[in-house]
């Protein structure tokens, strides 16, 4: 899988958590749990320096590489 792929890959799972619809309290906690688990893996492989996911990469006006740098990161004065 090319640095690419796993970026979308991780978006894709991140995204489809986030649509679910629970139809009751134990499937929204799942829900929840799952879109966490999402996040952070989207988290990590930003923050350890992969690419942004494709949906990311295209926007007009992000003017972005595709991949974080340190002035990127929360926090960074730049």
Same mark, same amino acid.
């Given at each position: 899988?090319?640095?690419?792929?796993? &970026? #979308?890959?991780?978006?894709? @799972? /991140?995204? =489809?958590? *986030? $649509?679910?619809?629970?139809?009751?309290?134990?499937?929204?906690?799942?829900?929840?749990?799952? &879109? #966490?688990?999402?996040?952070? @893996? /989207?988290? =990590?492989? *930003? $923050?350890?320096?992969?690419?942004?996911?494709?949906?990311?990469?295209?926007?007009?006006?992000?003017?972005?590489?595709?991949?974080?740098?340190?002035?990127?990161?929360?926090?960074?004065?730049?």
């Amino acid at each position: 899988m090319t640095p690419e792929e796993l &970026a #979308d890959a991780l978006y894709d @799972a /991140l995204s =489809e958590a *986030l $649509r679910a619809r629970p139809r009751h309290v134990g499937e929204a906690h799942e829900v929840i749990r799952s &879109a #966490d688990r999402a996040m952070t @893996a /989207l988290d =990590e492989h *930003l $923050r350890g320096g992969g690419v942004l996911p494709s949906p990311w990469r295209r926007s007009p006006v992000s003017g972005h590489t595709g991949r974080m740098t340190s002035t990127d990161a929360p926090g960074s004065t730049s």
